[in-house]
């Protein structure tokens, strides 16, 4: 018997510094500081999902993770606002995918350590 997932809780970000990754994630890109119960560890909210900022505890090296893809409404003033905030940009946004019922717009930055940072927006057809 197989217990179903039901959704991302928590997603961990592997930083040199907290401090710097913090600033960016809450200061540039507007997350919600949830708790910080150590130095090294952070934690701020994404509509319901958990980020934890952490160094390195045993496994994981900074700027080897995955990317984090964030939906936005209007990904090209999302885009220059960040960018304005202090954003490092990777990529402009640019149409990525065709889909039956939507474009998929993409756009990345870099945080403090080089981890790429994805924005995503679904442009629905009328």
């Known amino acids: 018997m197989s217990t179903p997932i039901i959704g991302i809780g928590q997603i961990a970000v592997t930083v040199s510094d907290v401090d710097a990754a913090l600033a960016f994630y809450r200061d540039i890109l507007g997350l919600s500081f949830l708790f910080r119960p150590a130095p090294n560890l952070a934690f701020l ?61 993409l756009a990345f930055l870099r945080d403090p350590d080089g981890n790429l940072v994805g924005l995503m927006e679904e442009r629905r057809r009328a």
């Open 45 to 105: 909210d994404s509509g319901g999902i958990r980020l934890m900022l952490s160094t390195p505890q045993g496994a994981g090296t900074v700027s080897g993770n995955s990317i984090l893809y964030f939906k936005v409404a209007d990904i090209g003033a999302t885009f220059e606002a960040l960018l304005d905030r202090g954003a490092v940009g990777e990529r402009e946004p640019q149409a990525t995918a065709e889909l039956s019922d939507h474009t998929l717009w």
